[in-house]
């Protein structure tokens, strides 16, 4: 039996590429709306980042996911990503 090939994207915070599935996704839609997609099946351009605090620190001071979109986000979508990047986390204490 042969293997399936795992798709694998970059983050646009650490610059790793890992397995689309571990990665959180920012879609545009073709109307110019930015939404957080959770499931990665959202038709549109998408941005992939890793679900840790330190690589959206970092796409977000960069600008990155912004420049991959082509479009500005707004602070509600920083905010989704950070509240669904803290309820992944395990604590760390």
Do not use: F, H, W
Not at 3 to 32: H, Y
Not at 34 to 62: E, F, I, M, N, Q
């Amino acid at each position: 039996m042969t293997q399936r090939k795992i798709p694998l994207r970059r983050c646009n915070g650490c610059g790793e590429s890992k397995p689309k599935k571990e990665l959180v996704r920012v879609v545009r839609a073709q109307d110019g709306t930015v939404s957080l997609d959770l499931t990665g099946k959202k038709p549109g351009r998408g941005a992939y980042v890793c679900p840790s605090a330190a690589c959206l620190a970092k796409a977000r001071k960069a600008r990155r996911i912004e420049r991959a979109l082509e479009v500005s986000i707004p602070d509600e979508i920083y905010a989704a990503m950070e509240a669904e990047i803290e309820k992944g986390e395990p604590n760390a204490e």
